[in-house]
């Protein structure tokens, strides 16, 4: 007999595909979004990163998919802004200023390479 709890997931699992097949979202965003429940089901938190990093590798890098690839410039975008504000926080030391400094500036290469790879 089946497991009730694994019963529950399947069945939540289902439910959700069926809802993005329905609602049209792009095959990538449902494999994303499917990565992201069975790693949470499965208890192996970095199963949805790890998906996630193969498809950007594939098919955003190598296919260049315009989905994965705006869902990666989006997330350097938003960390960019979080690092731009913590650069701004007088409470770091310079060290740490020097080294937040560093990490801005790679994500600034970072998303005109994301452009770039967009636009090729």
Do not use: C, W
């Amino acid at each position: 007999m089946a497991d009730k709890k694994f019963f529950g997931a399947a069945q939540e699992l289902r439910i959700k595909l069926s809802d993005m097949i329905n609602a049209g979202k792009p095959p990538l965003e449902i494999i994303l979004e499917l990565a992201k429940l069975v790693g949470e089901i499965s208890g192996e938190d970095s199963y949805y990163q790890t998906t996630r990093e193969q498809i950007l590798a594939v098919y955003g890098f190598a296919f260049k998919d315009n989905f994965i690839l705006d869902d990666e410039l989006a997330e350097v975008k938003a960390r960019l802004e979080k690092i731009s504000a913590a650069y701004e926080n007088p409470d770091f030391t310079e060290e740490e200023h020097i080294r937040i400094g560093y990490a801005l500036e790679n994500h600034k290469k970072e998303i005109e390479r994301l452009k770039r790879l967009k636009n090729s």
